[in-house]
Structures are given as structure tokens and as C-alpha cells.
């Protein structure tokens, strides 16, 4: 017989790790193909160094990968100017206006830097999901464009439990777009890396989807019970994360190492913003200067008469909504929107799909803002619209991307 001459294979594809930090056998390195095949979670206890360990990721890995860091705290203004990002302070911005932002960044690879600091928490989560609605309803031909999306406290945007029932609605809004995210994003190029203070307060549905992990100091309980089982570890070796020094952190998963390793996370080049201030004693002023600074009497709440209108505008609105010739049609688009929730469309692909002109839908979609009924943008070739965020809240297990 004569011998059988194997040819050699297609090259194998390059792989790109970056070093964050160091551990007994040497550096961490982590690999940012399996980052966004497993996604990623940091999760430590205040001054664990999360928020550090996020930072020297994002320097290490903004050269290999578009990305864009989710800043709830204000805490990453100096990284963004580091990498070259764009800063949108989401509070000056409306929620379609930040979905189609994310859109268009990840056509052309913009690098974005999403500031969500002078937001109440509900403005808070609304305005991020609108963001991750962008990014995972970008078009397929987009997808190739892949983006590592740096999410710094996640908690408070898919929150464990609500605050109050007031807040269930946006909370489900927020848990089921960030969910979203980590489960659709390997397909459509997205590797969001979380992180959180406590795994308590993260929403599970979101934590069963990452599959790497950098996990720092615990003190309560149910976060050492959750992370003990997440690294496979006996109830003795759990005590060890009580134990953790700031930037101390057990990584465990593909992009990481195959078992857990305890690890210190390497200095950042930028310096981090979110320090605990320095202790200061109180100013030493007597009672009538300080009465003189707070201007007391200028402040003092006055009792308001209720407005017994406000329920007779809605009902006028109402009837004229009822009598408008253009009801029918704004009817059919609300259900369109309704179909894709909670992403957003064109108002060409609305007058495609419903077979109407394009200035039957503008004149819908101007009905429906005046409503609040749909989140849109003024009339323009690019204008997007969908579903009100209080009516997307209440929709949030709808995954079509667009309409057919």
C-alpha cells in the first residue's frame, strides 16, 4: 500500500486575547471571539474593582473591536476620550432617537460612549433598552460589524425585583431587552460584558445567559450561595470570595480559563472616576447663617387645588382621536408597531407593509405622538417610529426583528 499524504488544512483563524491581568501560572488573557460567543459577567461588592476591571478590558480590546460602553454612573467620561468614543448624554436625546443612534453607530462602526447619569431609574432603563433595541435590531448586513458593548452596572437597568408595582412594567421592559441582548447578540455580532455590584440584583434571566465570569469580594449570603455555584465551588471554598482584596477576581469560562483561577486585574492607563471621596466634617456655621443658606422660606411646599380637568382632556382627546379621519389608518399602524415590539421600523417600511402612502403614515404617526401612543421622530426621509414605551412594557416577550 502506499502511503497516504494528508493534506494540511485551512489555517486556523487568528486569535485575538488581550492581557488583563496576572494569576499563579501566569497572565489572564481574555479572548474576545469567545466573549461574544459566551458574553461575560463582573460581578464584586462595593471596592471590589469592578468598574476597574471593565476599564482595563475596554483599553486592551478597543483596537481589535468596536465598541461601546453603557454608563449609567458618569464614571467612563475620561476612558471614552482615551478610545476615541462619542459621548450621548442620554437625557438630551428621545428613546427612538438613541435606537436609531445605536443603529447607524453600528453601520459605521462609530465607537459610543452612553452616558445615563441626570436619569430617574425609570427614565434610566427606558432609555438603555431603547439603546440595545438599536443595537439588536441593526440590519443583517450590519452584523458582520461586530461590537463589544460594556454594560457598568447592570442591575440598575434589568433589576431582580421592582421597587414597587409602579416599577414592574418598566423592570420587564429592561430585563427583557438587556435578556435580548445577550441572547440574540452572538448572531448579530454583539458581546455585551455586564457588570454588577451584587448577583442578587441582577435579574437572573440575564445572568443565565453569560457564560465567562470575573467574580470579586462577597459578603451577603445569597451572593456567595449564586457565585459558589456559578464557579463550582464547595460551601468551604465559597468563604475564600469573603476573603478577595480589591481587584482580586476568579475568572472561570471559554474566553477566561476552563477552571477557576483567582487573578489580580492589571492597572488601568486611565484613571478611574467613581473613587469614594475623602472624608469632610460639616461646616462650621451657626444656626442663622445656615437657615440664611438653605433660604428655608423660599421653599416651604403650598397646598395646590387638584386639577378636575385632567380627566376631561383625556376624554375630549379621545373623542377627537374617535372622529379624525385618519383613525383607521393610525389604528393599523399602532398594531403594526405592536407586532415588532420592542423594536422600532421606518415610516417607509410602515407604508410598505400597509400599503398606504407615506404621508397617510406621517400624518398616523403625528396623531399618535400627540397621544403617546408611539415613541417617533418629526417627519424626514429617516424617520423610525414604535410602540410607547408604557405600551412596550407590556409587550416585552415580542421578538420579531421587522416587519414582513
Not at 17 to 23: D, E, N
Request: proline share 5%; aromatic share 4%.
Amino acid at each position: 500500500m502506499s502511503n497516504v499524504v494528508k493534506l494540511p488544512g485551512p489555517p486556523a483563524p487568528p486569535r485575538c486575547a488581550v492581557p488583563i491581568g496576572q494569576t499563579a501560572f501566569g497572565a489572564l488573557e481574555l479572548d474576545l471571539a469567545r466573549v461574544l460567543a459566551g458574553r461575560m459577567l463582573v460581578q464584586g461588592g462595593s471596592g471590589a474593582g469592578k468598574s476597574q476591571t471593565m476599564r482595563r478590558i475596554v483599553e486592551e480590546a478597543f483596537d481589535y473591536v468596536q465598541t461601546m460602553i453603557v454608563d449609567p454612573e458618569g464614571e467612563f467620561g475620561n476612558l471614552a476620550a482615551h478610545i476615541g468614543a462619542t459621548t450621548i448624554k442620554a437625557a438630551e436625546i428621545a428613546a427612538d432617537g438613541l435606537t436609531a443612534a445605536a443603529t447607524r453607530a453600528r453601520h459605521h462602526r462609530i465607537a459610543l460612549h452612553l452616558d445615563l447619569t441626570d436619569l430617574d431609574p425609570e427614565q434610566r432603563i427606558i432609555k438603555a433598552s431603547a439603546f440595545f433595541a438599536g443595537l439588536v435590531g441593526a440590519p443583517r448586513e450590519d452584523w458582520k460589524h461586530t461590537v463589544l458593548v460594556a454594560i457598568d452596572e447592570g442591575h440598575l437597568l434589568a433589576p431582580h425585583q421592582a421597587g414597587s408595582a409602579q416599577d414592574a412594567e418598566t423592570r420587564r421592559l429592561g430585563v427583557a431587552t438587556l435578556t435580548d441582548l445577550c441572547a440574540r447578540g452572538r448572531k448579530r455580532g454583539i458581546a455585551p460584558i455586564i457588570a454588577t455590584q451584587r448577583l442578587a440584583k441582577l435579574s437572573s434571566s440575564v445572568v443565565s445567559e453569560l457564560q465567562n465570569f470575573l467574580i470579586g469580594i462577597n459578603v451577603f449570603d445569597r451572593d456567595i450561595l449564586r457565585a459558589a455555584d456559578i464557579l463550582g465551588f464547595s460551601r468551604s471554598e465559597a468563604e475564600k470570595l469573603r476573603t478577595l482584596r480589591a481587584g482580586e477576581f476568579y475568572a472561570f469560562g471559554p474566553a477566561l480559563t476552563r477552571t477557576p483561577l483567582l487573578a489580580k486585574i492589571d492597572q488601568t492607563i486611565t484613571e478611574h472616576l467613581g473613587a469614594t471621596p475623602d472624608l469632610h466634617g460639616a461646616a462650621d456655621l451657626d444656626h442663622a447663617e445656615a437657615q440664611k443658606l438653605l433660604d428655608l422660606e423660599h421653599l416651604r411646599e403650598t397646598p395646590s387645588r387638584r386639577d378636575e380637568s385632567l380627566k376631561a382632556r383625556g376624554s375630549r382627546a379621545l373623542d377627537a382621536f374617535l372622529l379624525d379621519p385618519i383613525a383607521p389608518t393610525a389604528t393599523a399602524v399602532c398594531l403594526a408597531l405592536k407586532g415588532i415590539t420592542p423594536n422600532a421600523t421606518t415610516a417607509n417600511e410602515l407604508a410598505k407593509h400597509l400599503c398606504i402612502t407615506r404621508e397617510a403614515v406621517d400624518q398616523a404617526l403625528d396623531v399618535l405622538s400627540a397621544l403617546s401612543a408611539v415613541d417617533t421622530m418629526p417627519r424626514g426621509d429617516d424617520r423610525m417610529a414604535r410602540l410607547h414605551t408604557r405600551l412596550r412594557a407590556r409587550l416585552s416577550d415580542v421578538h420579531v426583528v421587522g416587519l414582513s
